[in-house]
């Protein structure tokens, strides 16, 4: 089982930027992927992106392709995930998640941290 935990949340203004990181502890995840996904109040879980530990592929939505970049940290065994304009509508706690798949489907995920808020104000 890998254990996950989120940070860096908080609240901003329209059009800044945030820093999330997930560290993964546990069972050996270098074969596994990690996804970042969000869920605003009475939504599904939604996907936001994916990285591969192994070679560094990486997925993303395509709401957030050229603002959002996942990265990752093999000797910290952290996930980064730095969102950069932020908007509004991005409100939302997000949740990082391990999978054996570079997938984008919360069901493809069986290992969730306990989310950060991220709020963003207009």
């Known amino acids: 089982q890998v254990q996950l935990v989120e940070s860096g949340g908080g609240l901003v203004q329209a059009g800044g930027s945030l820093r999330l990181s997930c560290a993964a502890s546990g069972r050996t995840f270098s074969n596994y992927a990690m996804g970042w996904f969000r869920q605003a109040p009475g939504k599904e879980r939604e996907f936001v992106s994916a990285?591969?530990?192994?070679?560094?592929?990486?997925r993303y939505a395509d709401s957030v392709k050229g603002r959002f970049t996942v990265s990752r940290d093999n000797a910290k065994n952290t996930v980064y995930l730095q969102m950069n304009s932020l908007q509004p509508k991005e409100t939302a706690v997000y949740y990082c998640?391990?999978?054996?798949?570079?997938?984008?489907?919360?069901?493809?995920?069986?290992?969730w941290g306990q989310g950060t808020q991220v709020t963003v104000s207009s």
């Open positions: 990285i591969r530990w192994s070679d560094g592929n990486t």
């Open positions: 998640g391990a999978s054996a798949f570079l997938g984008i489907l919360a069901t493809m995920y069986n290992s």
